[in-house]
């Protein structure tokens, strides 16, 4: 199959094809363990291209073994008319691996992944239901990409925003989320991961995840127990203990809620600007740094701004879409 027919450039074809050959390799001549077979399911579970590539080899070199078979040993020949006694069997093996070639197309088509774009807006909140039992609820403004393949497989990329993820457990195919240059590997569990692309921050409920860095220059891995919160960008990783109020606090936005706890009016906005398009504005580092704890509909940025002038002695100013809050 050239790289026209599976719509790749040649190169890109080509390349393709040399990953496929070496998985192939590593199967049936290498000790293959349960590890290479997730490693093998998250090569696959990248596009078509890669499920093609894989299934052409594969068929190739399962064809040549039974021909191998087949065969037998060599029988002395004639020379007389060896040419004209030959090509039959030289047509039907080209016909035969042009066959393959239609059948691993079609395998590839109906063996594709089978991948699902979910996008909040500010403010938005959805709940997504995936054909395992497992459930991931978005928070406002963000972006999640589904794959499942048939060979049992769930990846997860979570672009931009925050996702609660209550994943059902499966020992052979254990569920990865990719984000920000990281991969977590889950065994069990419940997590919130949030992301501003650069950078994830995971907050693990239950269970166990594994944390790992994804081909960034610093090599960084972490297994994650019930409390812990890591913070992780290209080049560190830190973890901290929370308690079980300081949990609940981190998936309140899943009813709708903001709980503060001595926040800072700086974080407190900035947390409330994710959620609405009328924006918190602080005016003056003294105003900003000054503290405010309670629980807010995550919606309403006025009833805040009035919270922090009863609560705080402020003043709030409407100009147009923005809440400006001073002395």
């Not at 579970?45 to 060599?74: C, K, N």
């Not at 393959?100 to 909040?120: E, H």
């Not at 995840?209 to 992780?232: F, I, K, Y």
């Not at 919606?299 to 400006?324: C, Q, Y």
Request: glycine fraction near 8%; charge should be neutral.
């Amino acid at each position: 199959m050239s790289g026209a027919e599976t719509g790749l450039p040649i190169s890109r074809a080509a390349d393709l094809e040399a990953q496929a050959a070496a998985w192939v390799r590593r199967q049936h001549f290498g000790g293959w363990t349960a590890e290479d077979q997730v490693a093998l399911d998250t090569w696959l579970a990248v596009s078509v291209g890669h499920q093609v590539a894989y299934w052409r080899i594969s068929a190739g070199f399962d064809s040549t073994e039974r021909l191998t078979a087949l065969r037998g040993p060599m029988q002395p020949k004639a020379s007389t008319g060896r040419e004209g006694k030959q090509r039959p069997f030289t047509f039907r093996i080209v016909a035969g691996f042009a066959m393959a070639c239609v059948i691993v197309a079609a395998i590839g088509f109906v063996a594709a992944p089978k991948q699902k774009l979910y996008v909040t807006p500010i403010g938005g909140h959805e709940i997504v239901r995936l054909a395992d039992g497992s459930q991931i609820e978005l928070n406002t403004d963000t972006r999640l990409r589904t794959v499942t393949s048939v060979f049992g497989q769930r990846t997860a990329w979570l672009d931009s925003g925050e996702a609660f993820f209550s994943i059902e457990h499966d020992e052979d195919h254990p569920f990865i989320v990719r984000v920000a240059g990281h991969r977590l590997t889950d065994l069990g569990t419940k997590f919130v991961v949030r992301t501003n692309e650069s950078q994830v921050r995971v907050v693990l409920m239950e269970g166990v995840v594994r944390l790992e860095s994804d081909g960034t220059s610093r090599a960084q891995h972490a297994t994650l127990v019930p409390g812990d919160v890591a913070v992780a960008d290209a080049e560190t990783l830190s973890i901290e203990k929370k308690s079980g109020p300081e949990l609940q606090r981190e998936e309140s936005w899943r009813r709708g809620l903001l709980v503060f706890g001595h926040t800072t009016l700086q974080d407190a906005t900035a947390e409330f600007n994710r959620y609405n398009t009328a924006k918190l504005i602080i005016e003056g580092s003294e105003v900003a740094q000054m503290q405010i704890g309670g629980t807010f509909n995550a919606n309403d940025p006025k009833l805040f701004a009035r919270a922090t002038s009863t609560m705080l002695g402020l003043h709030v100013v409407h100009h147009g879409n923005e809440l400006i809050i001073a002395r």
